[in-house]
């Protein structure tokens, strides 16, 4: 492998220690101990020189956020930060300090702050031919060397995760690493063995203190170029293998993760535990990636962890999470979690809604069996100013999530979005290098924090009027606070005079300011629009008890299909078809509290093989009158779109349908039912 100008780097650390009566006593209250370990059997040195140990609290802390306690959380819980990013971080120009605001080395601070596992990604060969790195943190062996001695160095355990790539390894893509192209599915397996061994060789016997190796990352749709299912596990048994040969020989016990994301999708995860256990591959833990803005909800986390447990035996472990902690972009990169779309409901864009989340996170996990969490890149913070041309040092020092020079190599993703870093809002230092008060959330979950009871934030309001209907402000509005056991409603007054320059007669948007009674300031976002009053209109919800399907005969001919080629939008219609028999049915949904005013109905059918004599009509039944709209569908994807207009409704109630006699072998869907207020 051609790495250019990349070399293992001295680490020139060096610890002042106060030279006291209590010996072992740092200066800064960390307990130093020894943690070279020499193997009877081969010699070699175990981990580096003296580690700086850090104790958590023994009670309830004072802090600038507040947290929650765990009580039942057990000290070794696992509290990681995957800090890959730290050494090009550095050599860009960037600054890490402690809360003081002293310049300190950052694993320092993340052991004081309760971090007690650092995760190193790593990647083959992250250069071009003449050297010039891919970015990301150009995260290679020597590069984990370097850092995995310092976390080793203030007592910190060691995570490393191979991604068996040059480059980042995800869903999206898992290329092979340049010197394995062209190789058969054998032919990896066997490099990837040898890589496995030779790497973690090389890092252990530079004294890294290594817990824990990652075989692959995401590795939901292949892994290394290898798509196909057999071709996967054969590697992952390679890489397996080549951890336990190394654990045995080093005398440590290093335990095996293999990393999936997209636990939304538990059904799918559950498969590939099931395979793994079909092929029989050795691991110890099962890595999830669990983003709340990404990945569904902690119940779900927990449930995907209990059947991994209860079903498999394994042991789970949060591979991945983060949240952010300001909306603000620190260095002209678009970041990755923005805009109020993004948050999860009840966590602001603040230093203390992100302790909070993290807190949480782990809250659940511990619940669910969890070993731990690792946050993902907390120390990932801009080079430069936001406003400034950075790209010279990103492209120099790989700070930045890819440089021009990975275009060759990942020419479909990496290669056309090269520059800074969009993780900067979600990292638990500040733009400036300066650690941020949520950091200190790995240190309080056992006893918690206490803080003076403040307002976190005012999510904003957004509300929905229909064209020519009448506009309601909420009179009270939700307030949450650092202690959320506080959270509660306020009464807010809205600007009278925004409000009345809001013209519900034609769609527009507006903003509409308020203010609580301390005169804390809120915002109403207002729509003015052309609302759908139809529940679940298109069939995506899995829900479908607003909808009554009745039929002649013995057997109902339609179902909810999901099939996107047979629908108008989405996934799911209505679908109908019978291989012998006629058929007779229809689909309604009674909608109520509706305004007094004028409707209008639509649908959108398709489908083919109807005989001339077939009946299909759209329907509106208000008042005991029944409006219809008659059509015919034609051939699949000729979109039909029945509409009947001017529907009076006066009592609030109206009931909207298709009915269907159509013949045998005749076929088609219903998507996207639509009911407006027209007018007054």
């Known amino acids: 492998m051609n790495r250019g100008y990349t070399k293992l780097l001295g680490l020139g650390l060096s610890l002042s220690l106060c030279m006291t009566a209590l010996a072992g006593c740092g200066a800064d209250g960390g307990q130093q101990t020894q943690q070279t370990d020499v193997s009877e059997e081969t010699g070699k040195e175990q981990t580096a020189g003296d580690a700086m140990s850090f104790p958590l609290p ?11 306690p765990i009580p039942d959380i057990a000290d ?35 052991a004081q702050s309760g971090v007690n596992y650092i995760r190193l990604r790593v990647w ?57 192209e062209g190789m058969s599915a054998q032919e990896k397996c066997d490099a990837l063995y040898d890589f496995t061994k030779e790497s973690l060789s090389e890092i252990l016997d530079a004294g890294v203190d290594v817990g824990m190796v990652q075989i692959g990352n995401e590795i939901n749709n292949g892994m290394a170029g290898e798509t196909l299912a057999p071709n996967v596990m054969n ?36 498969n590939i535990a099931l395979n793994l256990l079909n092929f029989g591959v050795d691991y110890d833990i099962m890595g999830l990636s669990y983003y709340p803005f ?10 995907v962890a209990r059947n991994i447990q209860e079903k498999y035996g394994k042991q789970v472990l949060i591979a991945e999470t983060s949240y952010c902690y300001t909306s603000e972009d620190g260095d002209g990169t678009a970041n990755s979690l923005a805009g109020t779309d993004d948050l999860v409901e009840g966590y602001a864009a603040t230093v203390q809604s992100q302790a909070s989340m993290i807190r949480d996170i782990c809250a659940a996990a511990n619940d669910a069996g969890v070993l731990g969490v690792f946050y993902w890149e907390g120390v990932w913070i801009p080079v430069g100013e936001a406003a400034a041309d950075n790209s010279p040092i990103w492209e120099e020092y790989g700070s930045g999530w890819a440089s021009s020079y990975a275009a060759d190599y990942d020419p479909d993703d990496a290669g056309l979005y090269y520059g800074g870093c969009s993780w900067d809002n979600q990292a638990m230092f500040d733009f400036d290098g300066h650690p941020l008060a949520s950091l200190n959330v790995f ?16 999510p904003d309001v957004y509300v929905s009027c229909d064209v020519g209907g009448v506009l309601a402000l909420p009179d009270q509005i939700d307030v949450i606070y650092n202690d959320r056991s506080a959270n509660t409603k306020e009464a807010v007054t809205w600007s009278a005079e925004q409000v009345a320059a809001i013209d519900t007669g034609v769609g527009g948007k507006y903003d509409v300011t308020g203010s609580l009674e301390d005169g804390t300031q809120v915002t109403a976002h207002v729509e003015v629009k052309m609302m759908n009053h139809v529940k679940n209109p298109s069939f995506e919800e899995a829900d479908t008890s607003m909808w009554k399907v009745t039929y002649e005969g013995e057997e109902d001919p339609t179902d909810f299909q999901v099939k996107a080629d047979d629908a108008y939008t989405g996934e799911v219609a209505y679908h109908f078809w019978s291989e012998d028999t006629d058929m007779e049915f229809a689909i309604e949904q009674e909608c109520t509290a509706l305004e007094p005013g004028t409707y209008q109905l639509s649908v959108f059918a398709q489908g083919g093989d109807v005989s001339d004599d077939c009946e299909m009509e759209l329907y509106a039944v208000v008042d005991g009158e029944e409006l219809t709209a008659p059509f015919m569908v034609t051939s699949w994807a000729d979109w039909q779109n029945p509409t ?3 529907i009076k409704v006066a009592d609030g109630t109206l009931t909207i349908g298709v009915r269907m006699k159509c013949n045998a072998k005749s076929w088609g869907t219903l998507d996207d039912f639509t009911l407006n207020r027209i007018s007054d």
């Open 58 to 68: 023994e009670a309830s802390e004072e802090s600038e956020i507040y947290v929650e």
């Open 644 to 646: 009947i207009s001017d």
């Open 294 to 303: 990404w990945d569904g909800t902690n119940e779900n986390m927990q449930a």
């Open 124 to 180: 083959n060969d992250p250069y071009d031919e003449e050297g010039h790195g891919y970015g990301g943190g150009n995260n290679d062996v020597a590069t984990a060397i370097e850092l995995g001695r310092r976390a080793t160095k203030y007592g910190m355990k060691v995570c490393i995760d191979f991604h068996y790539s040059d480059f980042w390894a995800d869903p999206k893509r898992q290329h092979a690493p340049k010197a394995w």
């Open 443 to 458: 240190k309080y979950l056992k006893y918690g924090a206490t803080a003076p009871l403040a307002v976190d934030s005012v």
């Open 235 to 270: 590697l992952l048994v390679s890489g397996s293998r080549a951890v336990r040969e190394i654990s045995e020989e080093y005398g440590r016990d290093i335990r095996i993760v293999l990393h999936y994301t997209n636990i939304e999708e538990a059904d799918k995860i559950d």
């Open 76 to 110: 070794d819980f696992i509290r990681g930060m995957d800090a890959s990013s730290v050494l090009v971080e550095e050599n860009s120009g960037v600054t890490y300090y402690n809360y003081d605001g002293e310049e300190q080395d950052v694993f320092m601070t993340l």
